[in-house]
């Protein structure tokens, strides 16, 4: 089993490295700066670097990459500074699922891939008919307006629902859409939900990004969890002590 993780330097997919390492998995991580792994992750035999921007890679190479492939894993996100908010690429995430998805297809691999994207809680699952309030309803169309990394995580995830679908022969999916994420050195407790249970404007919870880490390890490399979940956006939050 190999698995494919792009925005593998991230605060979390580097995170994911380590849950898939740890499971004695092959990874391939596509980064661009290989020294913000960690020396322990870039030492590990089952760990293949590929030193890249992911969108600048050919077509053919794209194939190469996810040849063998069990499953891909995207944590790739917009860097909270100007350039990394405003500046170019801003569909990073859409495009490289697209161009993902379609060096998958490429390959007809005899079993379909597994595709796992990091996405939000701000993001709504049209699949499906969440309940949001007006106000936040207006305040997701001002951010979707103004902020860029916004549109980004909702076209990556409609062109998984859209495109992909429930029925492709070659890909199979799953959003997580985790809440407002904080840092913590240990996987926690956790919950699962097909749809948000609280306002992400105006009532978010938190989710660690190592227990979002956790959940996309699990996803990829186990079957019972993947087969409740695949095709859907499920959303995870911390577990709130009693």
Known sequence: ?????????????????????????????????????????RNSENLTVIQAAILDLSDAEMVELVRGCTAVASCLGHNLNFKGI???????????ARRLCQAIKAN???????????NTTGNRNRDIPEQHSFSEKAVTGLLRLLLPPQR??????????????????SIEWVAVRPDSLIDENAVSRYEIHPSPIRSAIFDPGKTSRINVAHFMAELVTGDELWQQW????????NQEAE
Request: aromatic share 4%; hydrophobic share 40%; proline share 7%.
């Open 1 to 41: 089993m190999t698995i494919l993780v792009v925005g593998a330097t991230g605060a979390t997919g580097r995170l994911l490295v380590e849950q898939l390492l740890s499971r004695g998995k092959s990874v391939k991580a596509v980064v661009r700066s290989p020294e913000k792994l960690p020396q322990a992750v």
């Open 86 to 96: 405003y500046g170019q690429p801003r569909l990073l995430v859409t495009d490289a």
């Open 108 to 118: 007809e691999p005899a079993e379909p891939v597994r595709y796992v994207l990091m």
């Open 152 to 169: 980004d995580n909702e076209k990556a995830a409609d062109y998984l629902r859209r495109e992909i679908g429930q029925n492709d022969r």
């Open 230 to 237: 695949q095709g859907q956006m499920p959303v995870l939050y």
